[in-house]
């Protein structure tokens, strides 16, 4: 049997291990991977969002979910505190030119992403990543995240969310749809084709 609870510090390393081996083609994921594990642990300590991980009764991790109730504020209040050691955690991988430009495009995704009604979509709430251990899936550990989440959420009095990913990726998209996300407008990121879903919750 699983059991999902919210994130403990000794949890990252085996969340950074999961999100760099099953979300390769993002841009976090070709940072190192001290980057990513202070990443999370600051996403779980922000008052704008929370990391759910999935554990069996051996304590062993079977995969997380990462959300937020606003992009934007999320962002400000990791980097109003954390800019400095995430920025040192990620050196050298972010010294070089491309490496910047997917910096700045992150930043812009944060901050300044537009739904097609011109309101800003960082300002909702969002899923942010979402990874399964290859050891645990076909065992609807991915359902109950997503239903843990959306637990999470309506606590916050939010009734609906997004969630991002490749419109290449047909097993994420399946996913999504099978769980009554709607298509909500295309975009390109970091040169890719990008979906953004949106599920209002039925509680």
Request: charge should be positive; charged fraction near 15%; include cysteine.
């Amino acid at each position: 049997m699983m059991h999902i609870g919210t994130m403990h510090p000794s949890d990252a390393s085996y969340i950074a291990d999961f999100h760099r081996q099953s979300i390769s083609s993002g841009f976090i994921s070709t940072l190192p991977i001290a980057f990513i594990k202070r990443l999370y642990i600051y996403i779980n300590t922000s008052p704008f969002s929370t990391v759910l991980v999935s554990k069996d009764e051996e304590g062993r991790v079977g995969g997380y979910i990462a959300g937020t109730i606003s992009t934007a504020g999320m962002y400000k209040w990791i980097l109003g505190r954390h800019a400095i050691s995430l920025g040192l955690s990620a050196l050298p991988a972010c010294l070089s030119l491309p490496a910047i430009k997917n910096v700045i495009e992150t930043l812009w995704y944060g901050f300044y992403n537009k739904s097609d009604s011109g309101a800003s979509a960082a300002e909702g709430a969002e899923l942010l990543s979402i990874v399964v251990s290859p050891d645990f899936r076909r065992k609807n550990i991915g359902r109950g995240l997503v239903a843990a989440f959306e637990r999470y959420l309506l606590d916050k009095k939010i009734s609906s969310y997004t969630v991002t990913t490749h419109a290449a990726n047909a097993i994420s998209t399946s996913f999504y749809r099978g769980l009554g996300f709607v298509e909500a407008r295309r975009f390109m990121h970091h040169g890719n084709e990008m979906i953004s879903f949106r599920k209002t919750i039925v509680s």
